[in-house]
């Protein structure tokens, strides 16, 4: 793979279930990013990480949680989904400090909570 | 708080007219802005804008910043109905993105 790998691409979930979308990058980039996104409202950021290790809240971060156990893998939980949470989330990736020409973006996973 | 705004929301042209995309930012600690364009799935990279005045070119896409007035413009010459998506505006601050909502361009053949 080269870039961010997203999944799934989309999911139907009932609503309370809790459910986990993965992310994984082979660039080697320190910073990554979860954003949902939502007709009329852009992209807004749910949870961020800087490095490995650390991990930090965006926007809109109630609801989701999120960890950084190794470089490549960022993981982000619905501990018990609700029908707001319907969205479209791209996890993104950029190296050290945002300097990098502009941030690699997953291709993303459509959620619908129903 | 740091917000990005972006005018028009929407736009229909035909193939062949020039389009002019605003993007108004307020950005604690500004680094840079970013533009993307958006089809189908993933936002994929435009222009990333560091200094004033300095315009950007690729191809029929060309971008400037303004950083005294906090904008900046995106504009597609000779319109082809490819160039249709959202097109995105962000600002740096720290580490982090600020998304306007998008413009969506519509081109007609």
């Known amino acids: 793979i080269a870039g961010i790998t997203q999944a799934p691409t989309s999911q139907i979930l009932a609503a309370g279930r809790r459910m986990t979308l993965r992310c994984t990058q082979d660039m080697r980039h320190n910073a990554m990013y979860w954003y949902r996104q939502d007709l009329g409202l852009g992209l807004r950021l749910i949870h961020y990480s800087n490095t490995a290790g650390t991990t930090g809240k965006g926007e809109v971060p109630d609801g989701y949680s999120v960890s950084r156990a190794n470089t490549d893998d960022f993981p982000l939980t619905l501990a018990s989904a609700v029908p707001s949470q319907t969205s479209v989330y791209f996890c993104a990736s950029s190296a050290t400090g945002g300097a990098s020409y502009g941030y690699t973006f997953g291709s993303g996973t459509r959620l619908t909570v129903v | ?109």
């Not at chain 2, 705004?5 to 500004?30: A, M, R």
């Not at chain 2, 315009?55 to 906090?70: A, Y």
Request: glycine letters at 8%.
């Open chain 2, 1 to 109: 708080e740091d917000k990005v705004v972006q005018s028009p929301l929407s736009l229909v042209v035909h193939e062949g007219d020039t389009v002019t995309l605003n993007c108004s930012y307020e950005v604690t600690n500004f680094r840079s802005l970013l533009w993307y364009k958006q089809e189908k799935k993933a936002p994929t990279f435009l222009f990333m804008l560091t200094s004033s005045g300095i315009e950007k070119k690729s191809g029929r896409l060309s971008s400037i910043l303004d950083k005294k007035e906090l904008f900046s413009i995106l504009n597609i010459t000779a319109t082809q109905t490819g160039d249709s998506a959202v097109y995105l505006c962000a600002g740096i601050y720290g580490n982090k993105l600020v998304f306007g909502a998008g413009t969506i361009l519509r081109v007609k053949s």
